[in-house]
Structure formats: structure tokens, C-alpha cells
């Protein structure tokens, strides 16, 4: 079985009891992983249990869920930010999402919409929305792409790449299916990615992002499995620097909500009116 390995631990991060699950040293993502054996799940069993992996992170039904972005640097918050994130999905299957800036209040009431490919941002100061791409940073190593609600099966080209026993985030030892992803549709945050899913019950437990160069850009953990909208869904994200692990972003997740969302939340020309529950 192969544990989490030494350079990462759980240290206090702030004042309390709130603790944050943080990289020592780069030793995480230059170590190689070994498999107890190729898997033989063919191409379509790989895509559907990256769908799968979808209805873990994501209800079907129209939903509402608030985000809290924490930044850290050397395991000292340097930031942080809430959202409240509005999710429907449309007929073809991929998801529409409207987020709200709730905190800080500099932000408070500025929207990113998502419809289609189109990301745009809205502030309510100048009534002005501005073009934006997936890649750009919403707060520390949390792109835009990484905040909207993204349906994986449907935007990336899924290959298994093998199975082993791993240790989560959570100090769970899990059987997992390590799966490579290709883009196969335009404007997608990540050109690649490898995702670690549990067999089983295809909980997403580990992911790394990569550049169109290769590099490695991030590589996020997902923990604290709680019930939400009737299954367990992680509550918490915890995203690394592919080159600076002292770098570090939460995202925790909370309030998820079933919700009659308006098909009018996700037009541009709609959100110089929008106006919170």
C-alpha cells in the first residue's frame, strides 16, 4: 500500500482548531507512484467512471453551494474570499453556473457567469462585464475554471492508466483507479490532467494539473467527505503550487442547496439585474 507521503502533514495554520492540510517540501510531486497493476478497464469504462466522478462533486438537480477561498503562504493566511455559486446544468448536459462575491466587502456583489464557452465577469460599480478566461486566477491557486461548476465527462477524453492502494487526504486507505484526461472540447481550464478516483465508489481523491508544456501546475487533494443533497461530496479542497508548496489554497464547501434557478440568472444581459434571495 502505498501512503501519503512524508513531506506532506497537518500542522495548525492560524489561531483555534482550524487546520490545514499543507506540502513540505516538493518531494510530493517529484516522487514517482507505483501500481499493483495495469488496469484493463477499456476507454468507455474509464469515461464512465469519470462520470460517475461527476455526480460525486456535482447534483443533477440545480443547486446552490457557498465556497470559502483561503490563501496561504508559507502556513500563514494571506487572503480569502466567499462565494455563492448557482449551478444548473442545460439540455446538453454541461453546466451553467452564476457566482456571487459575497466577502470581502471591496468585492461584495460582483458576478462571474459561466454559459456555454463564455466566462464573463460583472462588476455592479461600473456596470461593465469583461471577457475571461478559465486559466486566470480568482484568488491564490484557484483559477476561475477551478470555481465553476465543470461536467469532466463531457469536456475530457478519459484513458485508465492503471489501479493502486492509496492513503487519502482523509488518512483513508482507498482502492484507486488513476485515470489520464485530454481536453476534447475548445476553451477547457486544463489541456491535461491525471485524476486518482476510488474504485469503487468513484469518489475523486487526488488530481494534477498540467500546463500545454507538461509542467505541472497544481495538484489538488479533495477530503472531508460529508452528506450533501443526498450523497457524500467532498467539503474541501486543498490545491498546491506545482513549483512553490508553500503555496497552498483551500476551497470548503458548505450549504449545498436544491434550488429553482431562472434560466435568466445565466444570460450577460441579466446580470445588471440580478439581485440575491
Given at each position: 500500500?502505498?501512503?501519503?507521503?512524508?513531506?506532506?502533514?497537518?500542522?495548525?495554520?492560524?489561531?483555534?482548531?482550524?487546520?490545514?492540510?499543507?506540502?513540505?517540501?516538493?518531494?510530493?510531486?517529484?516522487?514517482g507512484f507505483g501500481f499493483g497493476h495495469r488496469a484493463n478497464a477499456t476507454a468507455p469504462e474509464a469515461q464512465a467512471l469519470l462520470a460517475a466522478s461527476d455526480l460525486v462533486r456535482n447534483p443533477t438537480r440545480p443547486f446552490s453551494v457557498v465556497v470559502n477561498l483561503l490563501?496561504?503562504?508559507?502556513?500563514?493566511?494571506?487572503?480569502?474570499?466567499?462565494?455563492?455559486?448557482?449551478?444548473?446544468?442545460?439540455?446538453?448536459?454541461?453546466f451553467r453556473t452564476l457566482i456571487r462575491i459575497v466577502a470581502p466587502a471591496r468585492d461584495a456583489d460582483k458576478?462571474?457567469?459561466?454559459?456555454?464557452?463564455?466566462?464573463?465577469?460583472?462588476d455592479p460599480a461600473s456596470q461593465a462585464s469583461v471577457r475571461l478566461s478559465p486559466q486566470q486566477r480568482l484568488l491564490g491557486q484557484a483559477a476561475n475554471g477551478d470555481v465553476v461548476t465543470v461536467n469532466l465527462a463531457r469536456e475530457y477524453a478519459a484513458e485508465s492508466l492503471g489501479e493502486e492502494d492509496m492513503v487519502d487526504g482523509d488518512k483513508v486507505a482507498r482502492r484507486a483507479v488513476k485515470l489520464?484526461?485530454?481536453?476534447?472540447v475548445?476553451?477547457?481550464?486544463?489541456?491535461?490532467?491525471?485524476?486518482?478516483?476510488?474504485?469503487?465508489?468513484?469518489?475523486?481523491?487526488?488530481?494534477?494539473?498540467?500546463?500545454?508544456?507538461?509542467?505541472?501546475?497544481?495538484?489538488?487533494?479533495?477530503?472531508?467527505?460529508?452528506?450533501?443533497?443526498?450523497?457524500?461530496r467532498p467539503s474541501e479542497v486543498v490545491i498546491i503550487d506545482g513549483l512553490d508548496p508553500a503555496w497552498?489554497?483551500?476551497?470548503?464547501y458548505s450549504d449545498w442547496t436544491y434550488r429553482n434557478i431562472p434560466d435568466l440568472w445565466f444570460q450577460r444581459d441579466y446580470l445588471p439585474r440580478f439581485k440575491p434571495e
Amino acid at each position: 500500500m502505498f501512503d501519503t507521503p512524508p513531506a506532506v502533514q497537518q500542522y495548525e495554520a492560524g489561531t483555534g482548531s482550524r487546520r490545514v492540510w499543507l506540502a513540505a517540501t516538493t518531494g510530493l510531486f517529484a516522487c514517482g507512484f507505483g501500481f499493483g497493476h495495469r488496469a484493463n478497464a477499456t476507454a468507455p469504462e474509464a469515461q464512465a467512471l469519470l462520470a460517475a466522478s461527476d455526480l460525486v462533486r456535482n447534483p443533477t438537480r440545480p443547486f446552490s453551494v457557498v465556497v470559502n477561498l483561503l490563501e496561504f503562504r508559507g502556513g500563514k493566511q494571506v487572503d480569502g474570499n466567499t462565494l455563492t455559486v448557482y449551478t444548473k446544468a442545460d439540455p446538453g448536459g454541461a453546466f451553467r453556473t452564476l457566482i456571487r462575491i459575497v466577502a470581502p466587502a471591496r468585492d461584495a456583489d460582483k458576478l462571474m457567469l459561466k454559459n456555454g464557452n463564455d466566462l464573463w465577469f460583472y462588476d455592479p460599480a461600473s456596470q461593465a462585464s469583461v471577457r475571461l478566461s478559465p486559466q486566470q486566477r480568482l484568488l491564490g491557486q484557484a483559477a476561475n475554471g477551478d470555481v465553476v461548476t465543470v461536467n469532466l465527462a463531457r469536456e475530457y477524453a478519459a484513458e485508465s492508466l492503471g489501479e493502486e492502494d492509496m492513503v487519502d487526504g482523509d488518512k483513508v486507505a482507498r482502492r484507486a483507479v488513476k485515470l489520464q484526461l485530454t481536453a476534447a472540447v475548445p476553451d477547457v481550464t486544463y489541456q491535461r490532467a491525471e485524476v486518482w478516483l476510488e474504485k469503487t465508489s468513484a469518489l475523486p481523491l487526488r488530481a494534477r494539473f498540467y500546463a500545454d508544456s507538461g509542467r505541472l501546475l497544481k495538484t489538488a487533494f479533495y477530503r472531508k467527505f460529508r452528506p450533501a443533497l443526498g450523497r457524500d461530496r467532498p467539503s474541501e479542497v486543498v490545491i498546491i503550487d506545482g513549483l512553490d508548496p508553500a503555496w497552498i489554497t483551500v476551497l470548503r464547501y458548505s450549504d449545498w442547496t436544491y434550488r429553482n434557478i431562472p434560466d435568466l440568472w445565466f444570460q450577460r444581459d441579466y446580470l445588471p439585474r440580478f439581485k440575491p434571495e
